[in-house]
């Protein structure tokens, strides 16, 4: 009864995260991009700081390395993150779909950073093929032109591949840091760290809440986005993380993007390409051959205790 109930959280958050995507590009045809993405973390914040107002004894961060710890989180998980993210799906070139896959990247990229930041990880031969394979896909997904690339989506495309990389970066970065805080209590200080710098981009670049148009449509993505893909997906994200471990639960990363591509289809009409699904396979392969010895090891635990 417990796998299933696994099995089912797991498939809740891949379509949780997945659809997000569909719901990003949704709420763009109504809000300025970086904006958009304050917003999503101005409502989750609160969400995030009363739920751990009420589970944690003390929520909020006291040291130092606390304090790195959610700074770390608020500049690169949640800020820059969805900054790259949210310019690069203002462009049509950029569907669910595309964008989704360029995220998953993002488990192959941590291997690599932590390979600069991490002295214990080491990336062997048959691990850098994989890492070949991953940049495969995204080179398979933007199709960049030699003669014209800044044509043809594919400076967006980059702008959502520097999301993956952030989300990568900040993902090692808090690793290195010697401190224990609550995860729940981590997520939303940088939720209110990471709103507050989108908010300070979103008035660099001229963005304006002028520019907002609000419908019930901008109300729906935005809400959807807030509570069900940014709240609720970390709490059952984390619940899955202390259950599963972080092998099984980082596969959640190659599952959503099918999920992306549904929804991209069923709700905004958008088309799912050939590209797209062998970018998808390079970049899973790629990930199968970085992680095979952490997978080796999980599916040996997994038969041992079954």
């Given at each position: 009864m417990r796998s299933y109930r696994n099995l089912l959280l797991f498939?809740?958050?891949a379509t949780l995260w997945g659809s997000a995507f569909m719901a990003i590009n949704a709420g763009l045809?109504?809000?300025?991009?970086?904006?958009?993405?304050?917003?999503?973390?101005?409502?989750?914040?609160?969400?995030?700081?009363?739920?751990?107002?009420?589970?944690?004894?003390?929520?909020?961060?006291?040291?130092r390395g606390e304090w790195t710890l959610v700074a770390i989180g608020g500049v690169?998980?949640?800020?820059?993150?969805?900054?790259?993210?949210?310019?690069?799906?203002?462009?049509?070139?950029?569907?669910?779909a595309v964008a989704a896959v360029l995220v998953s990247l993002s488990p192959v990229l941590t291997t690599v950073f932590a390979r600069g930041f991490l002295p214990e990880e080491r990336l062997t031969i048959?691990?850098?093929?994989?890492?070949?394979?991953?940049?495969?896909?995204?080179?398979v997904l933007t199709n960049p032109d030699p003669g014209s690339l800044l044509g043809d989506g594919a400076v967006p495309k980059l702008l959502v591949f520097l999301a993956a990389a952030s989300f990568a970066l900040g993902t090692?970065?808090?690793?290195?840091?010697?401190?224990?805080?609550?995860?729940?209590?981590?997520?939303?200080?940088?939720?209110?760290?990471?709103?507050?710098?989108?908010?300070i981009v979103s008035?660099?670049?001229?963005?304006?809440?002028?520019?907002?148009?609000?419908?019930s449509e901008a109300i729906l993505a935005l809400g959807y986005l807030?509570?069900?893909?940014?709240?609720?997906?970390?709490?059952?994200?984390?619940?899955?993380?202390?259950r599963l471990g972080p092998i099984e639960i980082n596969l959640v990363s190659y599952v959503a993007p099918v999920f992306a591509a549904l929804s991209?289809?069923?709700?905004?009409?958008?088309?799912?390409t050939i590209a797209t699904v062998l970018g998808f396979l390079l970049i899973f392969c790629g990930f199968l051959l970085v992680k095979r010895e952490a997978i080796r090891a999980e599916i040996v635990r997994y038969r041992s205790t079954g």
């Open positions: 498939l809740l958050l045809e109504y809000f300025p991009p970086v904006l958009f993405a304050a917003f999503r973390y101005d409502v989750a914040a609160v969400v995030m700081l009363g739920y751990a107002a009420l589970i944690v004894d003390d929520p909020i961060p006291r040291t690169l998980l949640i800020a820059a993150y969805h900054v790259f993210l949210f310019i690069g799906e203002s462009d049509p070139h950029v569907t669910s048959v691990g850098t093929v994989g890492l070949l394979f991953g940049l495969g896909g995204v080179i090692v970065l808090t690793r290195t840091v010697d401190a224990q805080l609550p995860i729940e209590t981590m997520e939303a200080w940088s939720m209110l760290i990471g709103a507050a710098i989108m908010h008035i660099g670049l001229g963005e304006s809440v002028g520019d907002v148009v609000w419908s807030s509570i069900a893909a940014s709240a609720i997906g970390f709490l059952v994200f984390f619940d899955l993380l202390e991209g289809w069923v709700f905004l009409d958008e088309i799912i």
